[in-house]
């Protein structure tokens, strides 16, 4: 039970293999390199398989928001056609036709997907232990499905990126989204690296009766270690339940939570909880629910998501 809770939670949070370069080098009005894809090409998925693209998508179904969220950061979201019943942002998919994927057992609509004649569905490898068969009736469908890889780390996070840039001609876009996430990235940790203190911060990405944090391996903990913090569950490994007395025993000075628009007045609610009353981050009045779509999303806004973590973790070098 605990192993499909965990299974489980990736696909809820989520909510790079390259193959042949077929990209040409050309040079902008300035004179610099730059480059443009070359089809046909054939690139590896999350699992192992190639994919042949004939020219470039010009119909695409997305079916996590982390990958439509990557697709209009590099400006290719005027050939979005389906996303799922979770995507919010950017605010533009609102008007963008839904496939499911918020019934009881988080399956898409297949029928739906194919009648939007999509030339690419742009899937995601946390969620095939669900949408496996679906993926499967797309596919004899005669429709390209794309598997991007599960990210663990912020540098898997870059790779997904600019390997959906690679497929969609969109190469130098998805460099760039790259490039101000890794400035902005290198700010905020120059910042952080001046605080007088290194506050242990408990991460809660569910609360009970099963708790849930981020350990090792996971790109939360890495947030966590850019801001120069230190995670309570920092020698667990990935997505791991934890029990609320070791919460509790280590004592952290900054709890944050990621669940908050699931769960109303979440900070008065982990405020209030009867054992925690001795905890310094309780007693201190240091609770903060951060923004769920900005951290636990492998997309291109997790930099935004580590200056929230920065912000909580060190109001006073933020003023």
Request: proline share 4%; hydrophobic share 35%.
């Amino acid at each position: 039970m605990k192993k499909f809770l965990s299974s489980l939670l990736v696909v809820l949070l989520s909510l790079g293999l390259f193959g042949c370069n077929n990209d040409t080098a050309q040079k902008d009005a300035k004179g610099n390199k730059t480059e443009q894809a070359s089809y046909p090409m054939t690139i590896k998925d999350a699992t192992k398989k190639e994919v042949s693209f004939k020219e470039e998508p010009k119909r695409i179904v997305s079916l996590i928001p982390s990958n439509t969220e990557i697709l209009y950061s590099i400006g290719d979201g005027k050939h979005v056609v389906g996303v799922t019943d979770f995507d919010n942002y950017p605010k533009e998919v609102k008007s963008v036709d839904k496939v499911g994927g918020s019934n009881a057992d988080m399956t898409f609509n297949v029928e739906k997907i194919i009648s939007l004649k999509p030339d690419l569905v742009l899937a995601h490898e946390s969620g095939m232990g669900i949408s496996a068969d679906g993926l499967a009736q797309i596919k004899q469908a005669g429709i390209n499905v794309f598997v991007v890889k599960n990210a663990a780390t912020i540098k898997d996070v870059y790779d997904t990126i600019l390997q959906v840039g690679k497929i969609t001609s969109k190469t130098e876009q998805s460099k760039k989204v790259v490039s101000n996430m890794k400035t902005k990235l290198d700010e905020i940790s120059k910042k952080t690296a001046k605080a007088s203190s290194n506050p242990k911060v408990w991460l809660e990405i569910s609360g009970p009766p099963e708790i849930y944090t981020a350990g090792k391996g996971t790109f939360l903990d890495e947030m966590i270690s850019i801001v120069h913090a230190k995670n309570v569950a920092e020698k667990e490994k990935g997505w791991v339940q934890y029990s609320e007395e070791s919460a509790i025993k280590a004592n952290p000075d900054v709890i944050l939570t990621t669940y908050g628009d699931y769960t109303p007045n979440l900070e008065k609610v982990v405020m209030a909880r009867k054992n925690w009353q001795s905890v310094t981050a309780i007693k201190d009045k240091r609770v903060y629910d951060i923004n769920a779509d900005k951290t636990n999303r492998p997309g291109p806004r997790l930099a935004e998501g580590v200056e929230e973590i920065a912000k909580a973790v060190y109001p006073e070098l933020f003023k």
